[in-house]
């Protein structure tokens, strides 16, 4: 059977974004003269044949969606999620779409309740993409989503809630135990672990939760080791921190839940130990604690393409009614001072 192409099977062929494609086959908005080359010779060399009946079914709708993230200011982990999300604006920039993205305080649940609810009175407001840090604030704003019959996308956290239409992320409990073999191979028999989750609320943040259930999970085949759990702010971590070693005794390794490793060898260093640590994310004093080795491994999380796929699958769905799946997991990448250059291109 012949393939019948789509824009985005052209616009991989000319090496151009999906807006580029569109802007040239309905004539509208400036092309430079290589785009144009392009996109003509992908569309000649596929034998694209444009549908005219495709074409008088466009209704100028104009699709409102809001996009509600943590504040990239307030933590830095962020910034590449607010980098996938600028980006996939830019190549949806040739379609009928107003795409807004707003922040919430990382710390207050307050924020997001508050910034949600403002969000989703917006007239007209076809879909809202989400990080749900905080559950039971999550779940009562998916109700309302439900309700208002607004189409709801999630990435990075994940909810057990069948409320959520899309959700790209992780599976976060797979991650936990992935941490886990890590932390293994790291140490002896009867090792002392710690558990640190590091600025959030442990209580209501259901990422968090998760990866711990999936560490736990993995050691309960090996009765000798001993788990210990702390959940820290960075501003306790002189009074605390020092406390927590002490009565436990030396500690063996930290599995981080948070992308706030390198607080654990800040704090390590003035204590004069050395543990092995694995926790999460690039950031780069993470990075630069991996290349040292004082953090053995992270786990990488792919933040900029959980944000672009998510946004993507609501944009996709609005203006192509294509069906995305409900839940898009991406791989779990293991990152160490060997291969971490690789990740940072």
């Not at 020092?242 to 992308?259: E, I």
């Amino acid at each position: 059977m012949k393939k019948k192409h789509t824009i985005k099977d052209i616009a991989q062929a000319a090496g151009v974004s999906i807006g580029t494609v569109d802007r040239v086959l309905h004539k509208r908005g400036k092309v430079s003269e290589k785009a144009l080359k392009a996109v003509t010779d992908a569309l000649n060399n596929l034998n694209y044949k444009p549908n005219p009946i495709a074409r008088t079914l466009k209704n100028n709708t104009i699709y409102s969606i809001k996009v509600l993230l943590p504040d990239p200011e307030m933590d830095p982990y962020w910034k590449r999620c607010m980098e996938g999300i600028n980006e996939t604006i830019e190549e949806f920039s040739a379609f009928d779409l107003e795409i807004e993205t707003h922040c919430y305080d990382p710390s207050e649940p307050s924020s997001f309740s508050k910034t949600g609810e403002q969000l989703i009175q917006t007239e007209n407001l076809n879909a809202l993409l989400f990080v749900p840090l905080f559950e039971m604030e999550s779940n009562a704003l998916l109700k309302k989503l439900g309700e208002k019959q607004i189409l709801s996308a999630t990435f990075n956290s994940s909810l057990s809630n069948d409320l959520i239409d899309q959700h790209t992320g992780q599976d976060l409990y797979s991650s936990g135990r992935v941490g886990a073999k890590l932390i293994h191979s790291l140490i002896k028999p009867d090792s002392k672990i710690a558990i640190v989750h590091i600025d959030e609320a442990f209580n209501n943040a259901v990422h968090m939760k998760q990866k711990e259930q999936g560490f736990i999970s993995f050691f309960k085949d090996f009765g000798s080791f001993q788990i210990q759990t702390l959940t820290l702010n960075s501003n306790e971590f002189e009074v605390k921190f020092p406390n927590f070693v002490t009565q436990f005794d030396t500690m063996d390794a930290f599995f981080v839940t948070t992308s706030k490793a390198y607080e654990i060898v800040k704090a390590l260093k003035k204590e004069n130990k050395k543990c092995s640590i694995v926790g999460y994310d690039l950031l780069p004093r993470n990075v630069s604690c991996l290349k040292t080795g004082e953090i053995d491994f992270l786990i990488h999380q792919s933040p900029k393409t959980q944000a672009s796929l998510g946004l993507r699958g609501l944009i996709e769905t609005l203006i192509f009614g294509k069906e995305i799946p409900k839940k898009q997991l991406l791989p779990i990448d293991i990152v160490n001072s060997e291969n971490v250059d690789s990740y940072l291109i």
